[in-house]
């Protein structure tokens, strides 16, 4: 049973552009949300986290948005730059005092000069 | 500061025999946690260490294994290897049980024939 989905397994951009990576979740007790980017040949890099009493975090390029009635979030990274091609996972935390992250299946970003 | 070391990177084993991967978290961090990542699943969640104590288990067959010594070192065991069980295994290895801190290592990548 995937708890977290990442629909879309690929989206190509143009340099410049707004790239909206999504996910969705079905538990709600779920408490917090986090972007990792992986390259090949090395382990995922954290991005941006949200909590589940927010609906907006920003950082630099990165935002992410969380819609808890649609059991949603969704990365925006604007502008879009090729040094951003890799492959994007969403992760969902469910509470509590553990590491433990359920991840989604990945998108594989590219960017196109 | 030195990141996490995994060992050895990449592996190939033969259907039936056991193997044991190795994860060295950054220093002063006490908590690991394992993932493996097969094409089309994700990272999905084996186990958690923290103080040497195993905190919480995903949907693993018993033939998965770990411990944590007293110097936070980790190691995973699987026995009686199966073909499913190619994949790349991470580490991540965090200060304390708090998910946004947490940072994976490169892998090792486990092939079984």
């Known amino acids: 049973d995937q708890q977290v989905k990442q629909n879309s397994p690929s989206l190509s951009v143009q340099e410049g552009r707004i790239s909206i990576l999504n996910c969705d979740y079905t538990?709600?007790?779920?408490?917090?949300f986090l972007w990792y980017k992986k390259y090949p040949a090395e382990g995922p890099t954290f991005l941006i986290s949200i909590s589940s009493i927010k609906d907006k975090n920003e950082d630099g390029r990165f935002t992410v948005f969380l819609n808890k009635s649609a059991k949603h979030l969704s990365l925006h990274i604007v502008p879009s730059q090729p040094g951003d091609s890799a492959v994007y996972f969403c992760a969902a935390s469910p509470g509590g005092a553990t590491n433990k992250l359920i991840f989604g299946t990945g998108t594989l970003l590219a960017v196109q000069p | 500061k030195a990141g996490v070391t995994q060992t050895p990177r990449y592996l190939i084993k033969t259907r039936g025999q056991q193997v044991t991967l190795s994860c060295s978290p950054i220093s002063g961090h006490r908590s690991v946690s394992w993932y493996q990542q097969t094409p089309g699943q994700g990272l999905q969640f084996l186990f958690e260490?923290?103080?040497?104590?195993?905190?919480n288990k995903g949907n693993f067959p018993g033939r998965f294994s770990g411990r944590q010594f007293s110097n936070s070192r980790s190691e995973m065991n699987v026995s009686t290897l199966e073909l499913g069980d190619s994949a790349l295994y991470l580490c991540?290895?965090?200060?304390?049980?708090?998910?946004?801190?947490?940072?994976f290592g490169p892998g090792t990548r486990l092939t079984v024939t």
């Open positions: 260490y923290f103080s040497e104590t195993q905190r």
């Open positions: 991540a290895s965090s200060l304390a049980q708090t998910v946004n801190e947490q940072y």
């Open positions: 538990n709600s007790m779920f408490d917090y």
